[in-house]
């Protein structure tokens, strides 16, 4: 099928579903601008596609701790981050959770709302606080299954996140908690602008599904070591390459699963 061709399927979508009254007047950038260039998933679509979307796109501020939707319940909306980070936790009955995977700029938050079952398998809480562009999840769903170039991205990013998650399980069973929260604080600068994360202790030991004292040691470890400096629920990235060296090896898989999905080739 041409571009010509999906981008009248998406239009015509959009004018059949489009609600009367002021929708017109959403945030999404005009035609005459650069489309939706802050989201690189969004980004990667053809042109004609990525113009006939836009009207279905809301620009949105999300807060920091804000929870975008939880696990085991219907999805309204679908998230595509901008400078906002969205950590996906996996929730105990006791009440502790830990994180299985982050979203930002490269991706969506939101995968099971065009995988078929429309529930989520995770709950999303915005781990930094920004922009992101929202999208209904009937719409994602219905756009996945009548334009191609449209599942084949969503289908390429979920892949790259799937590695995420099946590196992260592995990562929290079997490597020690200094290298692991390295990981972490590498994964959190590739989807944010500047090197310094507002986080305490006790928020980092939850999204890794340690003890606060764990760490406390490992973050006092790093900062000996000259690599992030920590005061008062603020840590600061000094030396990356050192966070580098001293990360597991998850990082590097990880990161080629995304590096794979930019360049366009399977994850």
């Not at 579903?17 to 601008?33: E, F, I, K, T």
Request: charged letters at 20%.
């Amino acid at each position: 099928m041409s571009f010509d061709v999906e981008a009248k399927a998406v239009a015509t979508y959009i004018a059949s579903h489009r609600p009367p009254g002021p929708s017109a007047r959403r945030h999404a950038l005009s035609a005459d601008r650069n489309p939706v260039p802050n989201n690189q998933l969004l980004g990667a679509l053809p042109p004609e596609v990525l113009l006939a979307v836009q009207p279905l796109l809301t620009s949105v501020e999300l807060p920091a701790a804000a929870v975008l939707y939880e696990a085991g319940f219907q999805q309204r909306h679908v998230y595509f981050p901008i400078t906002a980070v969205v950590s996906l936790v996996s929730p105990l009955q006791d009440g502790s959770c830990a994180e299985v995977a982050m979203v930002g700029r490269e991706g969506i938050a939101g995968v099971c709302a065009f995988m078929g079952g429309g529930k989520a398998l995770s709950r999303a809480v915005v781990q930094r606080p920004g922009l992101a562009w929202r999208m209904g999840a009937a719409d994602i769903a219905r756009l996945a299954h009548e334009v191609e170039p449209m599942m084949q991205q969503l289908l390429r990013y979920t892949q790259a996140l799937f590695t995420h998650m099946a590196q992260t399980s592995a990562c929290h069973r079997h490597h020690a908690l200094a290298p692991q929260l390295c990981c972490w604080l590498l994964q959190h600068l590739d989807r944010q602008v500047g090197d310094d994360m507002r986080i305490t202790q006790e928020r980092i030991a939850g999204m890794l599904g340690v003890r606060r004292e764990g760490v406390t040691v490992a973050a006092l470890q790093l900062q000996r070591e000259g690599l992030i400096s920590y005061r008062r629920g603020q840590i600061r990235v000094l030396d990356r390459r050192g966070l580098e060296r001293h990360s597991c090896e998850c990082y590097g898989v990880v990161e080629q699963a995304y590096a794979q999905l930019r360049q366009g080739a399977p994850a």
